[in-house]
Structure formats: structure tokens, C-alpha cells
């Protein structure tokens, strides 16, 4: 058996090939959009792709599904009961694929949503259990939020009561020895409470997850149900783009460059101007109306919060880093790239009439202007799990995926303070305020974790006066 496990860190995303060595035959489970690596490794291990297993419809990223159908001619494979504009076949629960001397098992799985499955590996028929593809149903230290489809008619209770029996009797059936080997790690949306671990066994899960533990199904529906973030803003564009028909991407392609007359002519409510550089270079000097998100960070999921589905985008990057910065944002379905505008510095040293900065504050100066009495508006984009630990005084808790639904709960004419964790969101939340219309907005550097720090030094230097 070849297994090769591919991850993704700005997404938290895992993929796999699996291959068999006595004849060729190879499967990618779900597979990021840009899909040359698995392509390249496939080709280097003798390897034909023959078939796209999806665990299910994801939400948090677009699959390369039709990228690798395109490529190799692979059959896209899902559930029983899932329905998508695109040809796809579908495997039965309990249904095995023999790729040789490799066998694979599918085991419908629904819960995170209703057509999930897991995918039980056998290095010989009739062997023990390998490993399991568990998709978004178990993850290492966690199961699937069963709450992503509200929306469009299954309750959070409902699909939490097929999570627990789906955990229970397709999944703790298995040997403990069995890895485990999920669609996400820690950092994605799509749970709560993930390791950064890579793998593990169902012997570990049953002992140290906190959704495996003995309890009774009303209790497993409580636990799995509550806590649970906002999810990202593109969650629901992207599961929709993944049941569709699209345009396909060729993630070598590089954005057409364009001029600064071009960029400001394109400048208007349906075209944001994406400032993709870190948030002290976007600070100290950017195009008026440009939105600042990192390409260092979580790129995408961010990106996904402040710009609507749909919208076209022109990329500020620094040089080298346009190709990326469009890959990137294809990763969540967002193609509408316009082009990009080379060498940003250049241009606005140029054109210094179309350049405005960004002020940031160390947190003295924050609480030197809360001190001053000043009617200053506070906002925390931080989630609300986050901000139960302690806010900075009078902040209103606004998490940066609910931002650009609440603009109207926020007052422009204020002079306002922005602050998230470490000062990264609090960077690309700062700047849509301000590409909104807000007048004087700040963000805090270093975040609540450096105000914290700052409050405990005085409350210490405070204590050792006394």
C-alpha cells in the first residue's frame, strides 16, 4: 500500500492518496482545489488516479474534485443520497473498493452532515482495519459540529443524534489500533476542540476525547452543540460551489498586472482592493479603500469573513506573491481575481494624493485614551469564547466573521479602537471600518494578550508600591 497524507495548514485541511503497488490504481480523498502535487506524486509513484473519494460537501474549502476529473479522468465518488450538477457515482454503506491487494470500505457516517462517510483501509481483503478516513465525523480530540446547516433545514439536534450513533457503531466498532486520519486539524472551524496532532488510533479517541466519553445520547447532543464559534462567513458559498458545476483552476496561472489608473478605475462597492501585505507595511502606508488581510495568516478563512461571495478583487501584494495570493483565495471558491497591481510601495510613493496609513497603538496608549474620557467606541473582533475570558473596558464584542453584518450596531462618527487576540484580525478589521466610511479608527498592537500584560504589570508594580 502507498498512503500519503497531505496537509494544509492555512485551511487546517487533510487529503490523502492511497495506492496500491501491484497494479497502479490510486484514490485521492478530498483533495485541496490546486491539485498539481497530487498530480506530480502520483506520476513519481507510478500511480493512476482513477477515482475522488469526498468524505462529504465541504463547507470551509472548495474540493479539486473536478480539477482531478479534468486531469486524469476520475470518478468523483460520494455517498449514497448526495445530489450534485456534476457526474458523480455513489458507494453504498458497507460497500468495498478493491484497488488490488488494497481494499477500502465506506461507511456512511452522517452527522456533521447528512451524507458523511468514512472511508475503513485494509492493507489485504479480509485483513484487520489499517486505518479510517473519518472525514469531518471524528477528529483527533473532537467530532464534527453538527450546527452548519441550520440554515437550510436540518436542526443542530438532529444531525447531532446521527453524529452519536455514527460515532458509536461505525467507528468505536473498529479495533483500537486502527489510525485515525481526519479531514482537519486544529485551527478549522468545522470543531471546536482539535489537536494539532496528525494521526491517531481509536484507542486513543476512545480514551481521551471528550465527545467518546461515556455519556448518554441527550447528554452527547448537549456537549457537541454548545460552545461552538460563529462559523466563517464563506462557509455556506463554498458547500453550495462544491455541489456545482465551475470554472476549473489552473493554479499556475499568474493575475494579469495592472496599472495604478487601472486599479483605481475599478475601484467601487463590487471590487475590493485586497491589501495582501502584513499589517505594519499596510499601516505605514496603502491605497484609499483597501482592505488588509495578511497573506501570512489564515489568508483565506479571513479573507472569506470581509468579502462577499461574488464580489471581483484586485490584489496589492508584495512582489512574487500574486499567484499565491489567487491560489489562495480559489481554495474557498473566491476566482473573481481582476488582476494585480506589481511593485504597491512604487506606486504609492508615485502617487502619494491616492496613499493614507493605518494607526496602531501599543496598548499604553490605548489606555491612555480610555483614561482621557474621550467617547471612544471599542470593538473586539474576537469570538465570543475568546472574549469570556476578559474585554478591554465598555468593548462591544463584534467577532470578525459577524462584522460586516453589524456595521450598522457601530457608530462612524466615533473615534474607535479595534482589538482581536494578537493583532492580526484586529489589523483587517480596523481597515473595512474604515473603508466603510469610519472616520478615526485604531487597532491595538498585540491585541488583549499585550493589554493583559500591560494591566498585570501595573497591578503588580501597583501591589509592590503598597
Known amino acids: 500500500m502507498i498512503f500519503r497524507q497531505y496537509q494544509l495548514s492555512c485551511l487546517s485541511l487533510f487529503s490523502y492518496l492511497i495506492g496500491d503497488e501491484t497494479t497502479g490504481r490510486a484514490v485521492v480523498v478530498d483533495p485541496q482545489r490546486d491539485v498539481t502535487q497530487y498530480l506530480a506524486d502520483a506520476e513519481e509513484l507510478g500511480l493512476r488516479i482513477e477515482r475522488v473519494v469526498e468524505t462529504h460537501f465541504h463547507a470551509d474549502f472548495v474540493s479539486g474534485h473536478l480539477e482531478l476529473a479534468a486531469a486524469v479522468g476520475a470518478v468523483v465518488s460520494y455517498a449514497a443520497g448526495a445530489v450534485a450538477e456534476f457526474p458523480i457515482t455513489t458507494v453504498a454503506d458497507g460497500e468495498r473498493l478493491s484497488l488490488g491487494e488494497v481494499e477500502l470500505e465506506f461507511r456512511h457516517t452522517p452527522g456533521h452532515t447528512p451524507e458523511s462517510m468514512s472511508i475503513v483501509v485494509r492493507e489485504h481483503p479480509g485483513a484487520e482495519p489499517w486505518g479510517v478516513l473519518t472525514g469531518d465525523t471524528l477528529f483527533i480530540g473532537d467530532v464534527g459540529r453538527p450546527d452548519l446547516l441550520t440554515s437550510i433545514g436540518h436542526t443542530a439536534e438532529d444531525l447531532a443524534r446521527q453524529l452519536y450513533h455514527s460515532v458509536h457503531t461505525k467507528l468505536l466498532t473498529l479495533p483500537d489500533a486502527t489510525r485515525v486520519y481526519p479531514a482537519h486539524g486544529a485551527g478549522s472551524a468545522c470543531g471546536k476542540s482539535m489537536s494539532d496532532a496528525v494521526e491517531s488510533t481509536i484507542g486513543e479517541q476512545r480514551r481521551f476525547n471528550y465527545?467518546?466519553?461515556?455519556?448518554?445520547?441527550?447528554?452527547?447532543?448537549?456537549?457537541?452543540?454548545?460552545?461552538?464559534?460563529?462559523?466563517?462567513?464563506?462557509?455556506?458559498?463554498?458547500?453550495?460551489?462544491?455541489?456545482?458545476?465551475?470554472?476549473?483552476?489552473?493554479?499556475?496561472?499568474?493575475?494579469?498586472?495592472?496599472?495604478?489608473?487601472?486599479?483605481?478605475?475599478?475601484?467601487?462597492?463590487?471590487v475590493v482592493l485586497l491589501d495582501c501585505r502584513a499589517p505594519e507595511a499596510f499601516a505605514s502606508g496603502h491605497l484609499r479603500g483597501s482592505v488588509n488581510v495578511g497573506i501570512d495568516g489564515r489568508f483565506a478563512e479571513y479573507a472569506g469573513d470581509v468579502i462577499r461571495p461574488g464580489q471581483s478583487v484586485v490584489l496589492l501584494c508584495d512582489p512574487g506573491r500574486e499567484t499565491e495570493a489567487k491560489v489562495r483565495l480559489a481554495r474557498i471558491g473566491f476566482d473573481k481575481v481582476l488582476g494585480h497591481l506589481p511593485e504597491v510601495e512604487a506606486a504609492l510613493a508615485a502617487h502619494p494624493e491616492e496613499a493614507e496609513t493605518a494607526r496602531r497603538l501599543p496598548a499604553n496608549e490605548v489606555d491612555a485614551w480610555l483614561s482621557a474620557g474621550d467617547d471612544l467606541q471599542v470593538v473586539d473582533v474576537r469570538a465570543d469564547g475568546e472574549a469570556a475570558a476578559g474585554t478591554l473596558p465598555g468593548a462591544r464584542v463584534v467577532p470578525l466573521q459577524r462584522l460586516m453584518a453589524r456595521l450598522d450596531e457601530l457608530d462612524p462618527g466615533r473615534p474607535t479602537v479595534v482589538y482581536c487576540a494578537g493583532g492580526y484580525r484586529s489589523s483587517v478589521a480596523a481597515s473595512v471600518l474604515r473603508a466603510n466610511g469610519f472616520g478615526t479608527v485604531a487597532d491595538l498592537i498585540g491585541g488583549y494578550d499585550a493589554w493583559a500584560a500591560l494591566a498585570n504589570s501595573s497591578a503588580a508594580s501597583g501591589a509592590a508600591a503598597g
Open 211 to 270: 465527545a467518546l466519553q461515556p455519556m448518554s445520547e441527550e447528554r452527547f447532543v448537549e456537549v457537541v452543540t454548545e460552545g461552538q464559534t460563529p462559523a466563517p462567513l464563506y462557509f455556506a458559498f463554498a458547500a453550495d460551489t462544491n455541489r456545482r458545476e465551475r470554472e476549473l483552476l489552473d493554479d499556475a496561472e499568474t493575475p494579469r498586472a495592472l496599472d495604478l489608473g487601472a486599479v483605481l478605475a475599478a475601484r467601487s462597492d463590487e
